[in-house]
């Protein structure tokens, strides 16, 4: 299988596994013809790629002061499977070198700037050290997700033994190109009812459906709905960087979506789907039909029982605007966190150099218990109480008191009393799927959609994706499971986009996830669900491990901290197909994970 999932070659030398210099990442801010993760899919080659290879003539608007070109390196000063980052003068790029032969392309993921020379190469793609985005080294085109732009590639040549690199200067400014997309050929008076494509939810399942659609050819409507007032954003930056704005976080403008004809209408909340009539009504009356279906409504909290419910300042954290206001009420002040959830913990982290005081209350005895193990948790545990979180574990809200309205104390069922002047509730959440239950869509016990391999429901025309499906997960024998993470969104969106199309793809990707606090990241990959056992490589005290979960004798899952790119290796190892077993990584000894990409 090409793309990202090709399978790696054993390393025969060791190479012991060293720690990356302390990362820059600041996460509240802002092919060569291989196959993708979508194997099946016919690749975006229909309207041209629009990557900047110098390989063809240049048009004439092109005037050569827009370029630059660069000596630099010596032929000899690249290995096979070796990555440089180098300098042009005008900006950077990152060289490579595979098989023999040279390509360079931007440096930086264009997701959150991670450098790419970091990051993992094999097979004819690079792989993010951060988040496990993949770009292919010919094209630039993104292959994996998360993100939602491609990489400008450049022109390499070598002359008298010296790498040339000849590079447009716009280009190595951005660092990014969107793929050129189809434009709507229909004649469309937006009161009209009716759209071939409509998508109910703005996140990234739902942006990714409707910039494929495009990308393939699409040229009929597509119109996208959301509860929201914002375009698209970046919602996983909110519980980082609770002062940040929703432009700020946007992901796509509205000027974007109009130029390529994907129409936006904001504040829709859908309440019935009728299938036979192929209808979705929202909640101000608006009645629209539909040829094709996309559900990705998300998830929304967990419903809480305890009393003074009426009790103003008391937030679910769903938008810029409640971040916003949990920033500025807890400022000197004291904040409770209810749930040790990655969103409640990302909040108390957050909060820390800004309230007096940061209480966090949680069922369990240590966070992440569920996801991360217990020895993970504690280590966790430790950093926010140096930062002077304290939590009050195995314990849940009895009442909220306020005075005229305004909360003044959360009390627990343990009868503790904690002052607060704002409270966020991050005890988890549940599919947003209440609405469809007249309307037959197949739905589990828990209110996830079920979906097949298609992204299809039990209802014809009808495609989810995102945080509210449960779908076939290969590596678990196409077992039916939930995976909530940003990353699998996208995924979801793209093969529900092409499957609208006509055009066979599965899912072919490993589930990646993190979360950032106090200037320090936890990445994830793999899906470790009913793992038996952890493996600890590294120094937990010292936040700088590598923890590997199986079940029964194979890894399933990685974790780490101060270790990239490890968590992108494992995804590489994981993706190719090939099985990571329990005894590998017992040792100590994991310099076979440690891939210098093709020979």
Known sequence: MGGCFSKPKPVEVKVELSLLEKEKEVDGLSPNGKASPFADSRPNGALGHGSDDDSTPLPLYHKPRDYVEASVCHVKDLENGQMREVDLGSGRALLIKEHGEFSAMAHKCPHYGAPLVKGVLSKGHVRCPW????????????????????????????EKDKVII???????QSQKRSKPMARCSAVINSSMGFSHVLIIGSGPAGLVCAETLRQEGFTDRIVMCTMDRHPPYDRPKLSKSLDSTAEQLRLRSMEFLQDHDIELLTEKEAVAIDVKTRSVTFEDGLRMEYRKLFIATGSKPKPMIYKGKDVRNVFHLRTPEDANSIARLANNKNAVIVGTSFVGMEVAAALTDKAHSVSVIGIETVPFKKALGEKVGKAIMKLFEVNRVKFYMLNEVAEMIGHHGQLKEVVLKSGKVLRADACVIGAGSIPATGFLKPSGIHMDSKGFITVNKMMQTSAEGVFAGGDVVVFPFPPRNNKKVNIPHWQMAHVHGR??????????????????????MFGKTIRYAGYGEGFDDVIIQGDLDELRFVAFYTRS?????VASMNYDPIVSRVAEVLGSGKTIKKRDVETGDISWLIDKGSQ
């Open 166 to 172: 000849r590079a447009n200067k716009q280009a190595l």
């Open 553 to 557: 004798e194979e890894v399933v899952a």
């Open 495 to 516: 093969v529900a986009a092409l499957s609208m199309m006509g055009r066979a793809a599965e899912i072919q990707t490993v589930p990646y996830f993190w979360s950032a």
């Open 131 to 158: 988040h496990g985005a993949c770009f292919n080294i010919a094209t630039g085109d993104l292959e994996d997700f998360p993100g939602l732009d491609s990489l400008p590639t450049f022109q390499v040549r070598v």
